[in-house]
């Protein structure tokens, strides 16, 4: 019987990177007295080395293979790396302390280039074994990292309390596991490496064992020579000082399973000397099957709630759609006879459910939800997603890969979501006065435009919702099937674009939005006439400069001359993801004229400059009201100012107090990248747009007409007069024309 309180000792003080402190003295003795913890003894390098010898005479090969077989179905992982360190220690030279170069001072342990111990290089060094034996009694999966098998240390711990351990005898299931094993093996492409090995033998679930503790096994057979490199072998008769045993990956480290591939498969002549002489034909190659997996008892007991469960009801969802919805929201309606497994997990306040819909081993449709709970038990929100999509699995145990280069993976809740639906997509969050509706395609980047976001914002429930899908069927227009029908079967597309073309936004169901593309920076950055800190070198992704038509019309098929007179809204830098993929649709173009140009004008702080310097870096001061109080910073070095092409900065003492108030106010400048085009403000005035939009994000645009009073305070400090255009200001400040700009685009991007 193991004392399991010496076995907590082990945890709580010599687990790796867990350690804490030391075991008072007499809990210590008794653990030592118990046989778990050992003591502590004080050796030289080369004591070590031929105790390890000494050992390697001294114990029988026969009876370490057959402890490691019996580990197998009994998990006693006592037993489980004897073979190696036995066969690891027959191999050892004799040989006296190699350094390594390391000086004792430097962050890295000196050690022995040939095996790798790290005590006694000098003199007698008192060895902590316990840090070594946790290997012995703790399941892997608590390790943070795997044993290192092949180091002097590990090994003479190890066949040390091997010795005193009692013999035992493998059984038939051991052979059957280590037979598994071997079957995994041959299911492997020449590629692939012990981490698809290790998948493998977790998907057939004949071992009752976590990835951790297979992954250790896989190491024993690797050091025993049976799942060797082609280049790089196991210890069984020949050695490779620790030195060589090169990096492993993502901690790793076992030697050669690091060098070995799919390819090199099961070396059975290593099988046949270290199993054969008490195995007989039980590990013969043919033999090689998976275990089938022995069917579960039938326990009358229910499997224990997970504790978000008992925030769902099966068959009950946030909203729980008719298939008649389904249709309108260009979903695959649900069949009864598909099949559920749901999962269950939850957090401090969130609470989350996904079920799966099976069709035979495919999962054909997906629901995902989330509740934030407060601490009273209501709602503070909640969501609910449904996709359809189509991802085969083996035999619901794993995700199958969708490709010959991918691998099988568990079916878990993140492997699921991570995979782009294969179908359409429908999202609905629910909080007060902040409800949202999307339908989307996302693999073809279609959108059903939805709209309403006055009655969406209003639902939070399912009668809620149900009394807005009443509403929504019966004023779809005559052609939103055809809609939904691009949405569900378009084919992806790269659409190519440039400066000029006039894109369209579907608002809602019956409205829409025109814009005008005026150049893509990642084109214009690279313009000698661009001064060198421009805001548009220190903008991520691939942005594009954009003007919404300031209006939002039924008509879908508005030509460029009808459109010729309407007026443009401030500019604003988009992605080019929705006119890349198609999102929004071009339908015209224009030969840019000067009224068509227009850039963001940037007004901020700046501080003292660093090799991370941006235009906008030191800009801190975001004062949302008047109420608020101001949050502290050093004085600012300058205010820079940019627009268009040019860009400058004013020392500080020169900025007077009227423009310092103004800054006071909010902030000037947009130095980020809208991640899709919105015409969310598209025919609104001001008023309007201030009741639904952060009024932080539109009051201070200078170039908004509403703002400038503004804007003419700004040109005025600036010796420009009232009303001045982009023009005038390049005149005084440098840059180029709006006219210069039309012929450099026109003459320089085709």
């Not at 490691?68 to 050892?92: C, E, K, M, P």
């Not at 998948?199 to 057939?204: F, P, S, Y």
């Not at 009201?625 to 040019?646: C, D, I, Q």
């Amino acid at each position: 019987m193991i004392d399991k309180k010496a076995v907590m000792l082990l945890k709580k003080y010599y687990l790796p990177y867990k350690a804490d402190g030391k075991p008072s003295d007499t809990d210590r003795e008794n653990a030592i007295k118990s046989g778990v913890l050992v003591p502590d003894s004080a050796m030289t390098h080369d004591d070590i080395v031929s105790e390890i010898k000494a050992l390697s005479e001294r114990l029988s090969l026969e009876s370490a293979a057959k402890a490691f077989l019996y580990s197998l179905s009994s998990s006693d992982i006592r037993y489980r790396s004897a073979i190696s360190s036995l066969v690891w220690a027959r191999a050892l030279p004799e040989h006296e302390f190699v350094s390594n170069g390391v000086e004792k001072n430097e962050w890295r342990t000196p050690l022995c280039v040939v095996c790798g111990c790290s005590h006694g290089l000098d003199m007698k060094e008192a060895v902590d074994w316990n840090i070594y034996n946790v290997f012995r009694y703790l399941p892997p999966k608590q390790y943070g990292r795997e044993p290192d098998y092949t180091c002097a240390e590990y090994v003479l711990n190890d066949l040390r309390e091997f010795e005193k351990m009692p013999r035992v005898e493998p059984c038939n299931e051991d052979y059957r596991i280590l037979n598994g094993i071997f079957a995994c093996v041959k299911e492997m492409k020449a590629h692939n490496m012990d981490t698809a090995l290790l998948t493998e033998i977790r998907k057939q679930k004949f071992l009752d064992a976590t990835g951790n503790a297979i992954h250790c096994i896989l190491g024993i057979l690797s050091v025993c020579g049976i799942l060797e490199g082609a280049e790089n072998k196991g210890f069984l008769h020949s050695y490779v000082n620790f030195t060589d045993h090169g990096m492993g990956r993502d901690g790793l480290t076992f030697y050669p399973l690091n060098f070995w591939r799919g390819k090199n498969g099961v070396n059975y002549q290593a099988v046949a000397e270290i199993f054969g002489s008490f195995s007989g034909d039980a590990l013969f190659p043919e033999n090689a099957i998976i275990p089938e997996t022995a069917e579960k008892a039938v326990h009358t007991e229910r499997k224990p709630v997970s504790k978000a469960e008992q925030y769902f009801t099966d068959g009950v969802y946030t909203v729980t759609l008719t298939n008649e919805e389904r249709r309108y929201l260009a979903l695959d309606p649900l069949d009864a006879n598909w099949e559920t497994v749901s999962m269950y997990s939850v957090t401090y306040r969130l609470k989350k459910r996904t079920v799966l819909f099976f069709e035979g081993n495919t999962i054909v449709k997906v629901i995902y939800e989330e509740h934030s709970i407060n601490e009273d038990g209501s709602y503070s929100w909640r969501n609910y997603n449904e996709f359809d999509t189509r991802l085969e699995t083996d035999n619901r145990t794993m995700l199958l890969p969708l490709t010959s280069r991918g691998r099988v993976k568990p079916i878990t809740p993140t492997n699921v979501m991570a995979v782009k639906p294969f179908g359409c997509d429908f999202y609905i969050y629910l909080q007060k006065d902040k409800s949202q509706i999307v339908a989307q395609n996302l693999r073809n980047n279609q959108v059903i435009p939805v709209g309403e976001k006055e009655r969406v914002r209003k639902i939070m429930s399912d009668e809620d919702f149900h009394e807005f899908m009443r509403f929504y069927i019966p004023t779809c227009p005559d052609d939103y099937f055809e809609r939904i029908a691009a949405v569900r079967n378009m084919e992806h597309q790269t659409v190519e674009f440039k400066a000029g073309d006039i894109f369209r936004c579907q608002v809602d169901r019956q409205h829409y939005a025109y814009g005008l593309i005026l150049g893509k920076t990642r084109e214009i950055e690279k313009w000698d006439e661009l001064p060198k800190e421009h805001s548009f070198r220190h903008v991520m992704m691939q942005p594009i400069i954009v003007r919404m038509y300031d209006l939002v019309t039924t008509d879908k098929d508005m030509t460029a001359k009808e459109l010729s007179g309407k007026a443009l809204r401030p500019p604003k830098l988009c992605s080019d993801c929705d006119i890349l993929w198609g999102t929004h649709t071009i339908v015209a173009h224009k030969e840019l004229v000067p009224d068509d140009i227009q850039f963001l004008l940037q007004l901020a702080r700046q501080g003292n400059r660093s090799k991370h310097f941006t235009p906008f870096t030191a800009e801190t001061i975001v004062k949302m009201s008047p109420k608020e109080p101001k949050p502290k910073m050093n004085t600012p070095r300058a205010l820079y100012v940019e627009w268009g092409f040019a860009s400058f900065e004013i020392p500080w003492e020169n900025v007077p107090d009227n423009i310092r108030k103004l800054l006071d106010e909010g902030v000037y400048f947009d130095g980020g990248v809208a991640m899709g085009i919105s015409a969310d403000l598209c025919g609104k005035s001001l008023a309007d747009i201030l009741t639904e939009t952060p009024k932080h994000l539109i009051r201070h645009n200078l170039l908004l007409p509403e703002n400038r009073d503004k804007f003419n305070l700004i040109m005025n400090f600036l010796g420009l007069p009232d009303n001045c255009t982009l023009d005038d200001f390049a005149a005084k400040y440098g840059g180029i024309t709006r006219q210069e700009y039309i012929e450099l685009i026109n003459k320089r991007i085709k």
